[in-house]
């Protein structure tokens, strides 16, 4: 369980490719480069990097709308995934996805979905589909606690619970379904406890915290691996941006004094303090780091800014197999 | 050849296919244990086992929402519905997760399932149990649709759509679960997207599928008596439409009656005369008639019902008048 300390870098090098990948996204959006709707996972990038840790190659991922950061992680190309934020042919899906579609089937990553609730039932069905073959690979999926309130996402709940399917629920509680806060949505704030009903294994977690997601998220995936079981994590978070790129970060919804009280709490910074206490980390690997990433992402915006308009040709090519 | 009701056709087709592929499983409610509400999936728990015949709670979102991520990892399911009626619970999976996840990941996800069940209206089940969904289905790219007639159809196309790798909507009817018709004993596929002509004719074309061929064929008989040959077309398959071969044969007769159950706003007989004036006005001797349900949600009375749903009598007037008799 314990990370080696390669590992601890890494978890440190992904948040901060998901960050300054992200950065850029808001750049190109503001250029118009990027077009559509634009959600960010600024802040809350420890909990994708966190449980991606506990996972394996094999493994399936789903998550919601704000879906840059998971196949980021997961090895997906930041050129491809950037050209497909632009709508260029050198997307990951061709043009044909954007931002809130990203698909990267190779790696396990069975994409972002953008109706609330519903791919809690896909992830259900990709567990079912690794039962069923009597493999041991397991199904994480990511959705917000705007879902929650979802009669799907219950129903997925249920059969997963009652077929005893290995995947993991991971809410990423931020607080706010779009400009509407948790307590205004749904019954009981305790989210985890919506799992209570299924009597499924549940939790919640700091997940701003990636040492702790990823520990936490470990057990529920090795429970899922070895005894095919689903777990209800409830990630506690806070995204730093607005909802999307139309939505101001404060002074609507959230106040000014909430938000930079939250953004002192920043993951990326938090592990890096850490890790740097620990003896892991100093000044200057960070900086090789920064510089590292810098050109990842640079590159990717230099390919998606290189990739040709997708050709008129495909607009009727992958309706049919 | 022996003959075989419409059921046990597709519990045939299932079976069959499910002996050949190990990833092909069904699910859906009471399809196990209970031996299927309508007994389509008779016995077929009793061969597969749990694993492969998997009895859901009463949840069409959600069992939808299963198959369709199971097929996105690999997996063939089939997805019963016990009516197309509740299929409206799980639209949104149908038409937001299956017809568009291929698309939206530029071709990397393939989704082969199918989504079968039966529609339309049986007897007196009022306005919620009665409905002909066809045209919410045909309206969206990235599904197919399917609407067999006879067993013969409903097998050979039921395992064409399990083979095919894309989402298939499959449906069947109440009423025509009880039919018998001849089935071969060996193996036998029909291809998906293509019509049969279900009676030869020269001077009128009655398009009719599901249920209603049977209605047009009655009419035709009908027809005949009065000197009126009628050819009927089955498209079978709903979408994608084989136009080629309506149009191939409104350009012989000159004249089409399209007969659809269900309402007629927005319906597949409108889309249908559409692509015919689209693609042969001046072959057309009279103006495209539509036979289909009367515009208004299904009364539960009995001789409402009847009124309200197209009859061989409606199709024999129809016919009268692009004959202009």
């Keep these: 369980m314990l990370l080696s300390k390669d590992q601890l870098i890494d978890l440190y090098r992904k948040m901060y490719l998901i960050r300054r990948f992200e950065e850029k996204c808001a750049e190109a959006y503001t250029q118009q480069k990027i077009g559509g709707f634009c959600h960010l996972y600024i802040g809350q990038e420890a909990t994708a990097v966190g449980s991606l840790a506990a996972i394996k190659p094999g493994d399936y991922v789903f998550t919601a709308y704000r879906d840059h950061g998971h196949p980021l992680v997961m090895g997906s190309d930041p050129g491809k995934i950037m050209a497909e934020l632009y709508g260029r042919s050198g997307g990951i899906c061709r043009g044909k996805s ?50 929650v309130n979802a009669g799907v996402v219950h129903e997925a709940f249920n059969m997963a619970v009652l077929w005893r399917l290995p995947v993991i629920f991971i809410c990423e509680n931020n607080r706010y379904g779009m400009g509407t806060p948790v307590e205004r949505a749904s019954a009981i704030y305790d989210i985890a406890q919506k ?8 939790f919640h977690i700091d997940g701003m915290n990636v040492l702790e997601v990823y520990e936490q998220v470990k057990k529920a995936v090795d429970m899922a691996r070895n005894l095919s079981v689903p777990t209800f994590i409830e990630a506690r978070v806070y995204r730093f941006m607005g ?27 938090n592990l890096f303090n850490k890790l740097s206490k620990d003896g892991v980390m100093n000044e200057e690997m960070k900086k090789e780091i ?11 915006v230099a390919f998606a800014d290189a990739s040709p308009w997708p050709g008129q040709e495909t607009i009727e090519e992958d309706i049919y197999a | 050849m022996p003959e075989i009701q419409y059921r046990e056709a597709l519990n045939q087709a299932m079976a069959e296919e499910m002996r050949r592929d190990e990833n092909i499983f069904l699910m859906g409610e009471e399809v196990g244990f209970y031996n299927g509400a309508y007994k389509v999936s008779k016995g077929l728990m009793e061969e597969f086992g749990e694993r492969r015949v998997v009895d859901t709670p009463i949840v069409e979102e959600g069992f939808a929402g299963i198959g ?73 790219p990235g599904l197919k649709v399917i609407a067999p007639a006879t067993p013969y159809d409903a097998k050979g196309l039921l395992k064409s759509a399990i083979r ?53 064929l009655e009419a035709a008989e009908a027809l005949a008596k009065e000197g009126i040959s009628a050819e009927v077309i089955d498209p079978l398959t709903l979408r994608p439409l084989d136009e080629d071969a309506i149009i191939a044969s ?12 269900g309402w007629p706003f927005c319906g597949v007989a409108a889309e249908i005369a559409c692509r015919v004036y689209e693609k042969s006005f001046d ?13 208004v949600p299904m009364p539960y009375a009995k001789n409402l019902e009847k009124i309200v749903l197209p009859s061989a009598e409606k199709i024999v007037q129809a016919v009268r008048e692009v004959m202009y008799k």
Excluded at chain 2, 174 to 197: C, F, N, Q, R, S
Excluded at chain 2, 283 to 295: G, H, I, Q, S
């Design chain 1, 98 to 147: 954007g931002s809130m579609h990203l698909t990267d089937v190779e790696r396990g990553f069975m994409g972002g979905h953008a109706i609330v609730g519903t791919h809690t039932a896909l992830a259900a069905g990709a567990a079912f589909a690794s039962k069923y073959r009597n493999e041991d690979n397991v199904t994480l999926c990511f959705f917000g606690e705007g879902a």
């Design chain 1, 195 to 202: 799992g209570c009903a299924y009597d499924m294994a549940r």
């Design chain 1, 243 to 269: 909802h999307s790129m139309s939505d101001p970060s404060h002074g609507h919804y959230r106040t000014k004094e909430e938000w930079e009280a939250q953004k002192k709490q920043d993951p990326i910074a």
């Design chain 1, 290 to 300: 920064e510089a590292e990433i810098e050109k990842v992402v640079s590159d990717a």
């Design chain 2, 68 to 140: 369709i991520g199971a097929a996105m990892a690999g997996l063939r399911p089939i997805i019963e519905f016990m009516t197309w009626n509740f299929s409206l619970v799980a639209i949104d999976q149908l038409i937001n997760s299956a017809a568009k996840l291929r698309y939206m990941s530029g071709g990397q996800v393939k989704l082969p399932i199918v989504f079968r069940g039966p529609g339309g209206a049986a007897h007196m089940l009022a306005a919620q149990h009665s409905q002909a969904l066809e045209s919410y289905y045909c309206h969206v």
């Design chain 2, 164 to 216: 095919d790798d894309n989402p298939v909507i499959f449906m069947e009817s109440e009423l025509l679960y009880g039919t018998k018709g001849e089935v071969p004993e060996g193996e036998y596929t029909i291809p998906i997207g293509v019509a049969d002509i279900k009676r030869q004719g020269t001077d009128v074309t009655i398009v009719a599928w599901s249920k209603m061929l049977f209605k047009a």
């Design chain 2, 250 to 261: 409104v350009r012989k007769t000159h004249r089409l009656v399209v007969v659809q159950e």
């Design chain 2, 283 to 295: 072959w057309l001797d009279a103006p495209v008639k539509r036979v289909t349900n009367m515009d």
